[in-house]
């Protein structure tokens, strides 16, 4: 079965351009969740959606980030205008919307923004 | 401020020793989960422990909790080069914020041959 794929999973960019961080959660989860991760802060949940829905985006840093889950196959994180201080390591995890369940996780993109 | 706080923060041991990392939280929870990283990779789900059970075995892992303390423990016996990694405990909130897991700090574990 196939996991969680983010794409791409590496981007350069130099800093005030767009950045679209995508991800194909597992078929038939119904949970997803967008992490971002650097050794100062360590693993931040920015992000959670149930059913297409967001739930909880008490973590996404600024107005520049947003995210969409227009369908139960897709979603994206959007930063615009991108920062040199968004260079992270971003990951995809999505799980089933029950208590006990385990989060699977993509690769994750690793961002440098310039 | 990160829910999970972890230790030790490196730990490097030989091949066959056993590993053990701890992590202590601060608030209720449903359960607490361990996740591995490896480098370059997304984590790994090992094992999940509720909140109403004291001690949980997975293969070489076993996992301890102590809700009294608030404090979990992982163990990994007879380690191997290839548990070289990083490994994270996780816990997921009450009930009404089901779903959200709060992460800590992690620990990287050295495996030598």
């Known amino acids: 079965d196939a996991g969680v794929i983010q794409s791409p999973r590496h981007e350069v960019t130099e800093m005030g351009q767009e950045v679209t961080l995508r991800c194909k959660p597992i078929?038939?989860?119904?949970?997803l969740f967008w992490y971002r991760q650097t050794m100062m802060r360590g693993l931040e949940l920015l992000i959670y959606f149930n059913n297409n829905v967001p739930i909880d985006d008490s973590g996404m840093p600024e107005d520049r980030f947003s995210a969409k889950m227009p369908n139960a196959s897709f979603s994206t994180l959007k930063i615009q205008p991108s920062e040199p201080r968004d260079s992270a390591v971003y990951f995809c995890?999505?799980?089933?919307?029950?208590?006990?369940?385990?989060?699977?996780f993509g690769d994750g993109t690793r961002l440098s923004i310039l | 401020s990160q829910q999970g706080e972890e230790d030790p923060q490196a730990l490097s041991i030989q091949e066959g020793e056993n590993a053990t990392m701890n992590c202590s939280y601060k608030?209720?929870?449903?359960?607490l989960q361990w996740y591995r990283q490896n480098s370059g990779r997304g984590l790994v789900h090992l094992i999940l422990?509720?909140?109403?059970?004291r001690e949980k075995h997975s293969g070489r892992l076993r996992v301890t909790l102590d809700t009294s303390k608030k404090s979990s423990s992982l163990l990994i016996t007879a380690s191997r080069a290839a548990d070289t990694a990083s490994y994270f405990c996780?816990?997921?909130?009450?009930?009404?914020?089901?779903?959200?897991?709060?992460f800590g700090t992690g620990t990287r574990l050295q495996v030598f041959p």
């Open positions: 078929s038939g989860h119904n949970s």
């Open positions: 608030t209720s929870i449903n359960n």
């Open positions: 996780a816990t997921e909130l009450g009930s009404y914020n089901t779903d959200k897991l709060i």
């Open positions: 422990i509720r909140s109403n059970e």
């Open positions: 995890a999505s799980s089933l919307h029950r208590e006990d369940q385990p989060q699977h």
